[in-house]
């Protein structure tokens, strides 16, 4: 028979301590893996944005070293006498943790150029594989720890029940504390600090090198370097839904939700236009008696800005999920939170109108998580249909959509499931990849609209907006390939990923 390791003496020469120890090390290293996962998305963001497709990369990372991690642990425990490799394992995570912190903004910039998926995926091998892995191997190896007499089955129950606690409280602490209030990097040094405290905690009376080591593992996270996104940013924080930042641009000031690519709000601050597509709003009032308006999607409230200029007396309902883009709105664009007329929302788009029954004349779309992807929910059939019943009868809708592939899949996609919904729908292509489409609830012709912007006769910038409009009717047929987007079938990411491959 093999030589066998007496478990049970080793626990009983640990005492009471080391065993309470051996119980709470699955808590904080489950709390650990599902803390770096989710910090990891938010990391990733800006150079990759947000999408399924990170999700799907990072998660599959995860599983990965999960399972390499779990066979590693149980090769290792049955091949140790004491706990000490475990342990050793845990401080070489910590020690790697301060390693990427260190490296994480130039591995990021250089896999932002491989795609959503690929690059993602490789970053994540680089960055999270190897200490999560590592981790991991603290399940088997407690396993073998504390399945003595023979029960195998209840000490595995134990520190899964317990890896999965821990997990819990690793999401909802990362979720509603560290990365709201610490922002991600700090986040993350918070993890490997607790990593290096477990490891510490195990290894401190039998290998006095370990106190030395957290010491200078400590002592490093105070030279932890920035998140690299102060170039040029007036204003810089994270809330629980984006990297909210500011941008200074000489004269222009620019919004940005996590993907550094894409612009959410743009502001000239000498006239106050954008010059983009956020002007294009200012046309809605020629197009329909504009008494109320509703702002699905704030932003830097660029599409408010431009209707005042058509509409000064206009009353509003503006409709924002992040309160630090609501902050960024007042502070830097401009936004009059003291206007009696405007009432400003913050929650989610969809419940928010299933929660309320007024009518509006206007309704503006420009619904973006952090990056060029449309939550699919926000763009199906059963979204219009609960728009539409926020609609007076002669009511208008406008909503950009960005799309600047070849096919305009996503395009055609969103006129043919809007025009499920509305009796008249026409395209407007107001430059750089963004179509405003104006969807009617009274049958209207391409030939009336054309008319009503040829018969304003006021304000001169919006004068010539009007007639770039005229031209900027886009009156193609639907492709082919275009489809109903519905809540159960809404591939907006898949066909969004295709027209940023240039397919």
Known sequence: MSAAVDWSLTRADAGRARLALWLATPFFTGAAIMAQELAALRLFAPYFGYSIYLWGSLISVVMLALALGYAAGGWVADRSRTDLPLYGLLLASAAYQIGILFAVVPILRYFADWGDFSGAALAALVLFAPPMTATAAAGPYLIRLLAHSGRVGSAAGKVYAVSTIGGIAGILATSFFLVPHLGTHRALAAICLLTALIAAAG?????????????????????????????????????????????????????????????????????????????????????????????????????????????????????????????????????????????????????????????????????????PYIPFYLVTMEFFESVRAHMSPDGLLMMNVFDNSRGQELLASSVLTLKRVFPAVVALSVGYGNHMLLAFSRETSEAAVRARFAAFAGDQTIQRLARQAEGQIDDAPLPAGARVFTDDLAPVEEITRRALAGN
Do not use: C, M
């Open 203 to 371: 290894l401190v009376r039998r290998a006095p090198s370990a106190g030395l080591a957290l010491a200078l593992i400590v002592a490093l996270l105070r030279f932890v370097p920035e998140s690299g996104w102060s170039r040029n940013s007036v204003w810089a924080v994270e809330s629980p839904y984006n990297l909210v930042r500011v941008v200074r641009n000489g004269q222009w000031l620019l919004l940005k939700l996590n993907d550094d690519g894409g612009v959410h709000t743009i502001r000239d601050e000498r006239t106050g236009w954008t010059g983009h597509y956020f002007d294009a709003f200012a046309l809605g009032p020629l197009l329909t008696p504009a008494r109320r308006l509703l702002v699905l999607g704030l932003g830097g409230g660029g599409s408010i800005a431009s209707t005042r200029r058509t509409a000064p007396s206009i009353e509003i309902d503006a409709v924002e999920i992040d309160p630090k883009v609501v902050e960024a709105a007042i502070r830097f664009f401009a936004l009059n939170s003291g206007d009696g007329r405007l009432r400003i929302h913050i929650a989610d788009a969809r419940p928010w109108l299933a929660r309320h029954t007024e009518k509006y004349d206007l309704v503006h779309v420009d619904l973006y998580q952090g990056g």
